[in-house]
């Protein structure tokens, strides 16, 4: 799953904002592969995949969960090239539903997961334990409709609109 970034038009950045943008692109799409491909049904994995999926969750929020009008956020990239029409679906997309069970966006979930337990490691109780293991489990479930691949593809698709 690549991120086109030849469909962006990127020539109304100045070169270390694009140059920045490109190299965190790139570092996704390296992380996110890395993350789906570990088999966590092998217990030698487990550990490699913790690793893996908090170095992408620490990306994945700077990128797509920051919103500060100076971050080289997504959002703001497109922003800046004009196209507010992008930003908007990208937002749209992370506040829409993580699942039919219950109240919480994707943007909540993913945002829960890198504060508490990746970015911030904040004081948490046994619910919140509970919970992010929940969340966890339904982002590596090949048969969960919203997991992890699902979210990164659907904002591909969005990301990659001509």
């Known amino acids: 799953m690549e991120v086109n970034l030849d469909k962006i038009d990127n020539t109304l950045f100045e070169s270390p904002f694009n140059e920045q943008f490109e190299f965190n692109m790139q570092m996704y799409e390296y992380r996110l592969k890395r993350v789906l491909s570990l088999d966590t049904t092998i217990k030698g994995n487990q550990m490699e995949y913790l690793m893996a999926f908090d170095a992408f969750m620490t990306l994945f929020r700077a990128l797509f969960l920051e919103n500060f009008k100076n971050c080289y956020t997504v959002q703001n ?78 904002l591909n698709n969005i990301m990659s609109v001509s």
């Open 77 to 154: 990239y497109f922003r800046t090239l004009g196209r507010e029409d992008v930003s908007n679906r990208i937002d749209a997309f992370l506040d829409g539903p993580f699942n039919s069970y219950s109240q919480e966006t994707i943007r909540r979930v993913l945002k829960f997961i890198a504060d508490k337990f990746v970015c911030h490691l904040d004081p948490i109780t046994f619910e919140d334990l509970a919970l992010a293991n929940t969340y966890m489990a339904a982002l590596k479930n090949p048969y969960v409709k919203v997991n992890l691949q699902y979210i990164c593809s659907e």
